[in-house]
């Protein structure tokens, strides 16, 4: 998933454009490209797949400084075809948001509705569902069908999310889109990063110096017990009572030689990080 970084003040999510071959995943990042200013887009490029063969879009985003933080995202498709559904399930692990591309051509509905249905089985096989993630829906290819296109297809998909008609060949509706997505991307990413900082830091234990048991003590710190070859080594014989609260406490310790019998004192003193 994504990451956000208090202390470089950076944040980085990663989105994919999922739906059937020929839905215009594709088209969306060309335009997108084209359009975005030069320091705000990196180079649009065709990565291969572990297979060899098969391709996919993967395009980065820079959204610059947002509430302090150097802001980006990765933008990805998904290639569509049946035979890469493996290297779809690789591609949408740990995803923060996405764009569903849904073709509005009639004879191309049967094809997006069992995309809709294989991305909600990538979230469950994660064991997440595909409500709590970031999703829009961006119904492409407007131009090709009717008025009612769209609703008769979004009443079968049965999916839930702000929802955009398009051309993506021409640019309708797509700066739209990834606008808000990443709105949506961007908050999840900011509220784990606040969750993160208001979280209690666990109490840690710091020590200055090791002490050797085997050696007399000369003053304070912590005990790492060390046994040499062919010797026995020591052991607690008592411990406490604790002295000191708050940021540093103080635990006297006898200790006993377990070979000769000799017995040491020492005082072990502990600062806590609050």
């Avoid at 059937?20 to 060309?30: M, V």
């Avoid at 933008?75 to 890469?84: E, K, L, M, R």
């Avoid at 009639?106 to 094809?111: M, S």
């Amino acid at each position: 998933m994504g990451t956000a970084d208090r202390e470089a003040h950076e944040i980085h999510g990663r989105v994919v454009y999922f739906g059937p071959t020929g839905a215009g995943k594709s088209a969306n990042l060309a335009f997108i490209q084209r359009k975005l200013k030069r320091e705000h887009r990196g180079e649009l490029t065709k990565k291969t797949a572990k297979d060899g063969t098969t391709t996919y879009d993967v395009l980065p985003v820079s959204l610059g400084a947002v509430r302090g933080y150097k802001t980006s995202i990765e933008i990805s498709t998904v290639p569509g075809s049946p035979q890469a559904a493996a290297i779809r399930r690789e591609l949408m692990k740990d995803v923060d948001g996405v764009v569903f591309v849904a073709d509005l051509r009639p004879e191309r509905h049967d094809a997006t509705l069992a995309s809709a249905a294989e991305l909600r089985q990538h979230f469950s096989a994660q064991g997440r569902k595909l409500e709590e993630v970031p999703l829009v829906l961006q119904y492409n290819r407007r131009d090709q069908v009717d008025e009612n296109a769209v609703e008769r297809l979004h009443r079968k998909l049965g999916l839930k999310g702000a929802c955009f008609e398009a051309v993506a060949s021409d640019g309708t509706g797509v700066l739209q889109t990834l606008t808000t997505l990443s709105k949506l991307v961007l908050a999840d990413l900011r509220k784990a990063l606040d969750e993160e900082v208001s979280r209690p830091t666990p109490a840690k234990a710091r020590v200055a110096k090791t002490v050797d048991p085997l050696e007399p003590p000369t003053g304070t710190g912590a005990l790492t017990a060390r046994v040499r070859p062919g010797e026995k080594g020591f052991s607690i014989e008592s411990a406490g009572p604790v002295d000191g609260a708050g940021s540093e406490i103080t635990i006297p310790l006898r200790l006993i030689d377990e070979a000769s019998g000799r017995r040491v004192e020492i005082a072990v003193r502990i600062a806590i990080d609050s």
